[in-house]
């Protein structure tokens, strides 16, 4: 089982190009989140999905955008990027039960110039 | 505001106990979860917290008081491979992870 896979596992970006990072998961999970990692900081929020069709704003949700066409894909897009949204961006999906825990994707470590 | 607090750094001898501890302050809360995240990987989960008192995992055992808004995470027996940052999380009024900074913790042989 794959669980859950992102894509690319890093990149680098000129500032003011736009990206996609990509998100799939087969568990069939409800719930998919994307959060960014920067050091000496926790996991911050940027957009949430809590069912297909829909989505929400997390913490940091300025500069990107997301959608949520199917069960499986969740994809994260920055439409115009800046030096800082240079993270690591972690995918993560849910079941439906509140006491279920996150399974996060191995990550994306982006770099924008 | 929301806040998650947790030492930034710990170092424990190889075999020995360590207790790392995290205390919050959130708008409502819904459970209180402890993750592993080794250098360059994803978070993995180890444990959850919604009612007072001690869960035991094995080596792991996860504390909580609702009341004082606090949790720690206790490791037994450690070993190298237990060498990571432990990431506190709590589930907020929105269901929502608010996350602590993580601590590193450092195993000497």
């Known amino acids: 089982t794959a669980g859950i896979t992102q894509a690319p596992t890093s990149q680098i970006l000129a500032a003011g190009r736009s990206m996609t990072l990509r998100c799939t998961q087969d568990?069939?999970?409800?719930?998919m989140y994307w959060y960014r990692q920067d050091l000496g900081l926790g996991l911050r929020l940027i957009h949430y999905?809590?069912?297909?069709?829909?989505?929400g704003k997390g913490e940091v949700p300025d500069g990107y955008s997301v959608s949520r066409a199917n069960t499986d894909d969740f994809p994260l897009t920055l439409a115009s990027a800046v030096p800082s949204q240079t993270s690591v961006y972690f995918c993560?999906?849910?079941?439906?039960?509140?006491?279920?825990?996150?399974?996060f994707g191995p990550g994306t470590r982006l770099t924008v110039l | 505001g929301q806040n998650i607090d947790q030492p930034t750094e710990m170092t424990a001898t190889e075999g020995a106990i360590v207790q790392i501890n995290c205390t919050y302050q959130?708008?409502?809360?819904?459970?209180l979860f402890w993750y592993q995240q080794h250098a360059g990987e994803a978070p993995t989960f180890l444990s959850y917290?919604?009612l007072d008192g001690l869960e035991e995992k094995g080596r792991f055992s996860s504390f909580l008081s609702r009341s004082k808004g606090y949790s720690y995470l206790l490791l037994k027996e450690l070993q190298m491979k237990d060498s990571a940052s432990y990431l506190c999380?709590?589930?907020?009024?929105?269901?929502?992870?608010?996350w602590g900074a993580g601590t590193k913790l450092i195993i000497k042989p």
């Open positions: 993560a999906s849910k079941g439906l039960a509140d006491y279920n825990e996150q399974f």
């Open positions: 568990m069939r999970h409800n719930a």
């Open positions: 999905s809590n069912t297909a069709g829909t989505t």
């Open positions: 959130t708008s409502g809360f819904n459970g």
């Open positions: 917290n919604v």
């Open positions: 999380a709590v589930m907020d009024s929105n269901y929502q992870l608010i």
